[in-house]
């Protein structure tokens, strides 16, 4: 038995089992079934499904969200995995600060994300005015999918490739092979385990894909999510609703456990410690990968933080779309930046609920794994990961329909938000933890031992400060979804104490009229900064080097 598995033992190692899988029974299961049973059960699950793959249209739906994740995930591997060695081999002044900045497009809110594409097709002329039209076509999925999931890439393979020994290369080309040959023989069968696991989560990531399809693909544009969203919310037939939610939920378990396998695969294979001969400082290819870097990265940030300074068209610069901010419209409930300070509460206790429930799965992982019950572990491991790909908006839906009724009756309750957003950010907890304290090597708990330390103490000087680094990351990533979490809130009652920045952003963004444009870009602008900074906490406390999601 592993010193982790002995952080819990007897009566003590059953508790986490059963508080985590009350809570996801409760408030996932339950929520996800009563959808099923609400929206099927008039005519029955055969007949639905066969509607609706019977449907050319639906089939259409369904072909176009498994082809535009593939190159989706197709296009970030080959944009991104430059990026990656270099980060891995180079090191350059303020590396940490450009992994951390690379790292905030993916905890963006994606209505954020749209409107900075958005802003972006209009500021080059590539809405139509100029003659070549990128607004709602599949073009403009893909470059944000890229967007989205670069960092996906960059962390998880830069992370595995940072490890690798860098005088296997040298000795390949001493002995006479080239920088491809080197490449091809040397280097992509090593990272092969790594490119594999990332692929998989961006392929997931973009097959759940919701509010970039959303805004960006427009009505001709439509995947799985966005329809469940669609005949849920718009056309309100639950029936054809639940139905696309159970073709998507199949989908999603197979891919979670694809994901899960090749994840514990990349931990099972990647070295515990870096090399011993140090990366080098300079390389040609720094440069280069550093301007493609700030151009797919950066430029669209860029210009989301310009149009929130722009007083309108034909005007000058100024700051009063963020002072109007303060000022109420008819539109919302509350003013913008009261809803930004509701998201600033609920933050604090969803990440300090994901962090409390996806602690207590680890535990019951790594349990499982040291007694040999790997079939519990890869219960809870896949189980967990779930609500990722789930559709938040199927999650809100399952709120409304499940916890009107004692004793669980707190869909008009503001603690139904955080429960929400804790949903979400309980994956990325499971997925930083559990693979860390994978890559923990044993020698280092043997050496302690043989020196004198009692397992207590080699408990807290190893395990520990790992899973301390573990939980750094996992709270930043927690707090960030959080932040930018509006699929599941927005069927919440629209009451002032439970209006969220995303949400008010939602709707500036789908109001006609630059004051109300120049306002939704101030509140991105200002949702950007704040995830920005969960992120920084992350990278300054957590252990960038294992790269987990």
Not at 181 to 192: E, G
Request: glycine share 10%.
């Amino acid at each position: 038995m592993t010193s982790v598995a002995r952080l819990v033992r007897g009566p003590a190692a059953v508790a986490p089992a059963l508080a985590v899988g009350g809570f996801m029974v409760l408030f996932f299961a339950w929520p996800i079934a009563g959808v099923i049973s609400r929206g099927l059960g008039g005519a029955g699950p055969a007949a639905a499904l066969g509607e609706v793959l019977g449907s050319e249209s639906h089939r259409s739906v369904i072909w176009f969200t498994v082809w535009q994740a593939a190159v989706s995930t197709a296009l970030t591997v080959a944009v991104a995995l430059p990026a990656a060695g270099a980060m891995a081999r180079l090191h350059f002044r303020g590396q940490r600060l450009v992994r951390a900045l690379a790292t905030v497009p993916f905890v963006l809110p994606t209505v954020v994300v749209a409107a900075a594409f958005e802003g972006l097709f209009d500021r080059f002329g590539l809405a139509g005015g100029g003659g070549v039209n990128l607004r709602h076509t599949v073009w403009a999925i893909l470059l944000a999918h890229v967007f989205f999931n670069y960092a996906v890439v960059l962390r998880t393979v830069g992370a595995h490739w940072a490890n690798l020994d860098a005088r296997v290369e040298d000795q390949a080309r001493v002995l006479g092979a080239s920088r491809a040959q080197v490449f091809r023989r040397v280097v992509l069968p090593r990272l092969a385990p790594s490119i594999a696991a990332a692929s998989a989560i961006v392929y997931l990531f973009s097959f759940t894909s919701f509010g970039v399809v959303l805004i960006l693909g427009g009505p001709a544009r439509a995947t799985i999510e966005t329809e469940i969203y669609r005949y849920a919310v718009v056309r309100l037939d639950l029936a054809t609703a639940a139905a696309l939610a159970v073709v998507q939920l199949a989908a999603v378990v197979a891919l979670v456990a694809v994901s899960n396998s090749l994840e514990r695969r990349r931990a099972a294979i990647e070295p515990a410690s870096p090399p011993a001969a140090a990366p080098r400082r300079r390389g040609p290819g720094l440069v280069a990968n550093l301007t493609v870097m700030g151009l797919i990265l950066g430029l669209p940030l860029a210009v989301l933080v310009e149009r929130s300074l722009t007083a309108g068209r034909g005007g000058g610069y100024t700051v009063r779309n963020y002072t109007a901010m303060a000022e109420r419209v008819n539109l919302l409930p509350d003013t913008a930046l009261a809803a930004l300070l509701n998201s600033l509460t609920f933050a604090v206790p969803a990440a300090a609920l994901a962090l409390l429930v996806g602690g207590a799965a680890t535990l019951v992982v790594m349990q499982s794994v040291s007694r040999g019950t790997r079939g519990l572990g890869r219960v809870f491991d896949i189980g967990l990961t779930l609500p990722l790909g789930t559709s938040a908006v199927t999650i809100g839906l399952g709120f409304l329909l499940v916890l009107d009724r004692p004793p669980i009756d707190i869909r008009t309750s503001v603690i139904v938000v955080p429960i929400a957003h804790a949903l979400v950010g309980i994956p990325f907890v499971v997925r930083t933890l559990v693979p860390m304290l994978r890559t923990v090597n044993p020698r280092i708990r043997e050496a302690a031992a043989v020196l004198g330390a009692s397992p207590r103490r080699v408990r807290r000087e190893v395990d520990l400060r790992v899973a301390a680094r573990g939980v750094a990351v996992g709270a930043g990533f927690a707090f960030a979804v959080s932040l930018g979490e509006f699929g599941a809130t927005s069927f919440i009652p629209r009451r002032p104490e439970t209006l969220t920045a995303p949400l008010a952003l939602f709707r500036l963004l789908g109001t006609p009229g630059d004051a109300l444009r120049g306002q939704a870009m101030a509140l991105a602008v200002s949702l950007m900064v704040l995830t920005a900074v969960a992120v920084f906490v992350m990278d300054l406390w957590g252990d960038t080097r294992r790269g987990a999601f």
